[in-house]
């Protein structure tokens, strides 16, 4: 039977967990991004250490030995990830304090807008007590990694996790996979959006939904939220002939995909289009049709001249096109909205 179990980390001092920085994966399979906190965020986290406020309790997973033999690390953090990685950079000098900090302990001293090295020149004994500040650090057991999954996405309820985020927390077959097609070059070089949040795994596991539809029932499936999720529960486990199987179509039509377009290109720079453009190349392949960037720049402009002529005089302007043009706008993963626009796609590309 699986077990977790949770103690707290002994002298988990500031200095001591920062010393141990190259033995902590900060970023395991279930975590979401870092990068997302506000400069204000950072150095309230700063202000409340020096200042003697308590912070929110930190979960760390402590390896076995076997899994210290294997990674060469003792800990992943299951929980505080941005809390740690903030300490880190203020000790780095990546950041500042405030410039309206107040040093409690003695107003009379002033901290305000120093880096941590300023910090440590001129009031060496503040610099000692912040490093010594102990960070509420709980350590986690298990035998079974979907157990540190599950506890942190219960961990993180409360917290305005977007669905990506708590879907990667699902764990399983179909959310590793979904983790590597996210990997793909096509969405590492190609696509506008970044990943802070997981883009890349939400627009990742819409494809995979794409074909895990077409192999389930031949027919096209919302991209919701609700079919992506019951996706990744469904073939969490027991389903690798398919997953494989699926996965192998969207990494061919992504390797194509790839070659047509250029770095951070501004035609992918919306999730929406990601899927009419995947199943734009499906349907090329199908036909014979070759899918070119010019062509789809030409089409981006058509419907763009489209626009101004409909603001000019409506009547006179192509209605599939002003259509096209306000569906990219809402309901972008409904299945009737990308049927209709991979139409009237597919219609205008062939004559531009």
């Known amino acids: 039977m699986s077990y977790i179990e949770t103690n707290p980390v002994q002298h988990s001092t500031i200095l001591r967990i920062y010393s141990e920085k190259d033995q902590i994966v900060t970023d395991p399979e279930y975590?979401?991004?870092g990068g997302v906190w506000t400069p204000e965020k950072k150095q309230l986290l700063i202000d409340s250490i020096l200042n003697n406020y308590d912070i929110p309790k930190m979960y760390f997973h402590q390896f076995d030995r076997k899994e210290k033999q294997e990674t060469g690390k003792s800990y992943s953090i299951i929980d505080g990830?941005?809390?740690?990685?903030t300490i880190w950079s203020f000790i780095e000098g990546k950041f500042c304090l405030s410039d309206d900090f107040e040093y409690q302990d003695d107003?009379?001293?002033?901290?305000?807008?120093l880096s941590y090295d300023d910090i440590s020149k001129e009031y060496p004994k503040i610099k000692i007590k912040f490093d010594s500040f102990v960070l509420p650090i709980i350590g986690v057991q298990t035998d079974d990694?979907?157990?540190i999954e599950d506890m942190f996405s219960r961990l993180n309820e409360a917290v305005p996790l977007n669905s990506a985020e708590k879907r990667n927390a699902f764990g399983g077959d179909m959310v590793n996979e979904i983790r590597k097609i996210s990997k793909h070059p096509f969405f590492s070089t190609k696509v506008k959006f970044s990943n802070n949040r997981y883009q890349h795994y939400e627009a990742a596991a819409r494809l995979l939904l794409i074909e895990v539809s077409l192999e389930e029932g031949e027919k096209l499936y919302d991209t919701k939220k609700v079919y992506l999720d019951s996706m990744v529960k469904k073939y969490k486990s027991g389903y690798i002939e398919l997953i494989d199987r699926v996965s192998s179509v969207v990494k061919y039509y992504l390797d194509i995909m790839d070659l047509c377009f250029t770095i951070g290109d501004n035609l992918l720079r919306a999730q929406?289009?990601?899927?009419?453009?995947?199943?734009?190349f499906k349907w090329a392949e199908e036909t014979a049709f070759l899918v070119t960037r010019s062509k789809l720049l030409s089409f981006t402009e058509l419907v763009k001249t489209n626009r101004e002529i409909a603001e000019a005089n409506?009547?006179?302007?192509?209605f599939d096109l002003l259509e096209y043009d306000r569906l990219t706008q809402q309901g972008t993963n409904d299945a009737s909205n990308i049927r209709e626009r991979l139409r009237i796609l597919t219609e205008n590309i062939v004559k531009v």
């Open 272 to 280: 929406g289009n990601i899927v009419v453009y995947y199943l734009l």
């Open 31 to 33: 975590q979401r991004n």
């Open 145 to 147: 990694l979907d157990l």
């Open 81 to 85: 990830k941005q809390r740690i990685e």
């Open 314 to 318: 409506y009547e006179n302007a192509d």
């Open 107 to 113: 107003n009379t001293i002033r901290l305000s807008g």
